[in-house]
């Protein structure tokens, strides 16, 4: 239950980022910060389960 409350909020801020990379850097930065979001949220995912 946790877990599913995790990712849900790590894909919204995923999104946002996008978002606001989309508003500020057009479809580039987009990307660029929705990758990044992407790989900080499964190391945090693989950080929480591993524990």
């Known amino acids: 239950m946790q877990l599913m409350v995790l990712i849900l909020v790590l894909f919204t801020l995923i999104s946002l980022a996008g ?12 990307v660029v910060l929705m990758v990044l979001g992407l790989t900080i949220s499964f190391i945090g995912i693989a950080f929480f389960t591993g524990r």
Request: proline share 0%.
């Open 19 to 30: 978002f606001i990379g989309a508003f500020f850097f057009g479809a580039a930065g987009a």
